[in-house]
């Protein structure tokens, strides 16, 4: 098993890593994290737990200090699902309203430009299970 040093430092290297060479990302590093032992610091003292994911709180922001936070795994499958979010909660409503009252998945789709599999997926609850 890793220990935590080996673990914070490939954490630290995947987010250097990433912001030096993908171009979505580049440039997303301060100064305060192109250090090791300053991220090691900030995440010992910020929530660093084994397995937890570090989050940016603005997707369009920087690695940084105040714009990072430590989820769990969980959290964070939770919170950048419904940052890439297509539809509204009300676009979902109006979705499953409409195919209750006859309106095809096929025709969904074309309608709202999705596929009819997502369609589908929207008016059994598989995706959007937050929208009541």
């Not at 397995?51 to 989820?71: A, M, P, W």
């Not at 795994?73 to 499953?96: A, C, L, N």
Request: aromatic residues 12%; positive net charge.
């Amino acid at each position: 098993m890793k220990d935590i040093e080996q673990l914070l430092r490939q954490k630290w290297r995947v987010i250097t890593d990433r912001c030096k060479h993908n171009k979505y990302y580049k440039g997303r590093v301060l100064n305060e994290f192109e250090s090791y032992d300053e991220f090691k610091k900030w995440s010992l003292m910020n929530g660093w737990k084994r397995g937890f994911v570090i989050h940016r709180k603005d997707r369009n922001g920087n690695y940084n200090k105040d714009n990072c936070e430590y989820l769990s795994p969980e959290e964070h499958r939770k919170i950048t699902g419904q940052e890439r979010r297509k539809f509204t909660p009300e676009e979902v409503v109006e979705i499953r309203n409409k195919y209750s009252t006859g309106k095809t998945s096929k025709a969904l789709g074309n309608e709202y430009g999705y596929s009819q599999r997502g369609i589908i997926q929207i008016v059994n609850r598989e995706t959007y299970t937050d929208v009541k």
